[in-house]
Every structure is written in structure tokens, then in C-alpha cells.
């Protein structure tokens, strides 16, 4: 009884076979078929290696969200250097809420303002990287994913002594409170002063004066790979010793957005005043990368597609090529005389 279920059962499957089998007896090879065949195969083979390398390639994804982590403390890395010499000058930041931070974290080292040839290069490189950046928006994905640095070479020291750097580089970090501020290099060391913000600048000599600057690199937030900032690489020679160098910054985590470019207006205060203002949006960008069963479903896809419409191909010029030799009576249809 059991094997007559089984033999029953057995039955049943193979009738429910989708896949019939034709005998070999029934099928002949031709030339023809031969040669499509021989051209499908290699043309699955490059497609398949084309895919795998689809298959590799990431991309990025851009979630935008509402920053709810309000108490906490904003980093501002600073990487400037100014025409002037570091005891003429001071910079610091200034609230919203007329709270005055501690520049502790940002250190002063006499330079001069001629780059060597070798940061020289990758200052106007940098400078080809922003203008292609402005046109060219998807670049920033080839940057995050290169994981290209915004910083220029490490500096040299130099071998000039300290008396004859006439320039200073003012460069580290600041943590500011999430609210609108001033970030400003001006005339003298800033004091404090219980009625408001000062800076001691009646002993600096006006001659002296020269606000020239280059922006090596401005950024929000921890230092991140790949970010390339829009004010790295920025220049500005000053005309004037009474110059006002205003930048406007709109900062959402974790980039910077709403450039405005920097703005020289003579006024009695001389300086670079950076105003910022906080976005309450942040940016999550994250890399994705195809899944497994989905390479495979498209490598199924197109072996299976190539397969069956090459087949189907094959049965038509074959079928049209019989139409033709039938009705002028060539080949195997020339009647036998």
C-alpha cells in the first residue's frame, strides 16, 4: 500500500513537471543555432562582468531631519592665515546672547603669507575642486566617498626667524552654544569688559593695518572625511587698511549652505567678522551599497532575458527566411528536376 502511494505520488510530480524534456533524438544542431548561441553566451558573459561591477558601486543617500540636541556645544574649526603679525591681532566669539568664548583652543603661529610651492599647488587645486563643486553638484559624492580631506599639507616650519613673519596663522577649534553668533579677527587682544566686548587695538599703528587673508579651512562640527567646505581655498588681498571683510554663514549639520561671498566695506572698525546663524535642520548622508539577492535577481534577469530573446530571434529569422526560400523556390525548397 505504501508503495503504491509512492509510485502515485511520483506520478503526480512529474506531471506537474513545468519543465518537459525533449528527447535528443528529436533535436538537430544547425550552424545557425550554433552561432546565436556562441553570441548569447558572450554577450551574457560581458553583461554579467558589467553588473558585478554595478554591483560594487555605492552611493550616497541624504535624509534631512530636525536637529533635536539643542544644549549641546557646536564646534568651529578654524584654519586662517592673516597679513599681520599675531600680537596685532585677536579672535574670538560673540552670541547671540552676548556670550563672549574663550578662544582657548586656537593657537597663533607667526607665518609668512606666500605659500610655498608645495601648498601653493594644493591651494589652487582646492580652488578647481569649489568652482567644479559649483557646477558640478554630484562631485560632492565622489568626495565623500574618496574621503578627501578639506586641509591643506602640513605647514613647514619655517627657517626665517619670528621677527621677519610678517603674517600670522590663527588655527584650532572653538565650542560655541547653538545660537546665532559672531566669529571676527580684529585690531588687538579682546579684554573683558563688564558693559559688553572689546579689543585692545589704540596701541596698534594704523600703517600696520592689512587684513589680507586666506581661508585654508571653515567648517562646523566634528571634522569629517570627504566635506570639502565652500570657504576652504578662499583669498582676499586687501586694498585698503581700513577694510571690513563680512561673511555670512547658514549652517545645518553636518555642512554649510546660503554662501554668500565675503564683502569689503570700509568702516572705522577694521576686521573679518564671520555672522553665523543655526539651521534647526540636520543632514544624514549615509552610503548604500546594492544587497546580495538583488545582484542576483538582475544577473537571473539577464541571462534569462538574453537566453529567451535570442531564442525567440533565432525562431523568427528562421521562420522568415523559410517564408522567402518557399515562395522563389531556393534551397531545400528548389524543386528537383
Avoid at 568664548?101 to 589652487?124: K, T
Avoid at 613647514?156 to 613673519?165: C, G, I, N, R, Y
Wanted: one cysteine or more; proline letters at 5%; hydrophobic letters at 45%.
Amino acid at each position: 500500500m505504501r508503495r503504491l502511494t509512492k509510485k502515485k505520488a511520483l506520478t503526480l510530480v512529474k506531471e506537474l513537471d513545468a519543465f518537459p524534456k525533449v528527447p535528443e533524438s528529436y533535436v538537430e544542431s544547425t550552424a545557425s543555432g550554433g552561432t546565436v548561441s556562441l553570441i548569447a553566451f558572450t554577450f551574457m558573459a560581458v553583461l554579467a562582468f558589467l553588473e558585478f561591477f554595478v554591483y560594487r558601486h555605492t552611493w550616497m543617500k541624504y535624509e534631512y531631519e530636525v536637529d533635536r540636541d539643542f544644549s549641546s556645544k557646536l564646534r568651529i574649526n578654524v584654519d586662517i592665515t592673516v597679513a599681520m603679525r599675531c600680537q596685532y591681532i585677536g579672535a574670538d566669539v560673540l552670541d547671540l546672547a552676548e556670550t563672549m568664548v574663550a578662544s582657548d583652543g586656537l593657537q597663533y603661529e607667526p607665518v609668512n603669507f606666500e605659500l610655498p610651492p608645495q601648498q601653493r599647488i594644493w591651494h589652487m587645486t582646492l580652488l578647481h575642486i569649489q568652482e567644479r563643486l559649483r557646477v558640478e553638484h554630484a562631485l560632492q559624492d565622489v568626495i565623500f566617498k574618496a574621503a578627501i580631506k578639506g586641509a591643506p599639507p602640513a605647514q613647514t616650519k619655517s627657517e626665517d626667524s619670528t621677527a621677519s613673519l610678517s603674517a600670522c596663522r590663527i588655527h584650532g577649534h572653538l565650542y560655541v552654544n547653538k545660537v546665532a553668533g559672531n566669529f571676527h579677527i580684529t585690531v588687538g587682544k579682546s579684554i573683558p569688559h563688564p558693559r559688553g566686548h572689546a579689543h585692545l587695538a589704540a596701541l596698534v599703528a594704523h600703517d600696520s593695518y592689512n587684513f589680507s587673508h586666506r581661508i585654508d579651512h571653515l567648517s562646523f562640527g566634528e571634522p569629517l572625511p570627504g566635506i570639502i567646505s565652500p570657504l576652504d581655498g578662499t583669498e582676499k588681498i586687501a586694498t585698503d587698511c581700513k577694510l571690513v571683510f563680512q561673511i555670512f554663514l547658514n549652517y545645518f549639520t553636518p555642512s554649510l549652505s546660503g554662501i554668500c561671498m565675503p564683502l569689503a566695506v570700509p568702516q572705522e572698525l577694521s576686521g573679518i567678522f564671520m555672522k553665523y546663524d543655526i539651521s534647526s535642520l540636520m543632514v544624514k548622508v549615509t552610503e548604500q551599497h546594492m544587497p546580495l539577492w538583488q545582484f542576483l535577481v538582475r544577473l537571473c534577469g539577464i541571462i534569462g532575458g538574453i537566453f529567451s530573446t535570442t531564442g525567440m530571434i533565432h525562431g523568427l529569422v528562421g521562420f522568415l527566411v523559410d517564408v522567402v526560400c518557399c515562395r522563389f523556390q531556393m534551397g531545400i525548397y528548389k524543386p528537383v528536376s
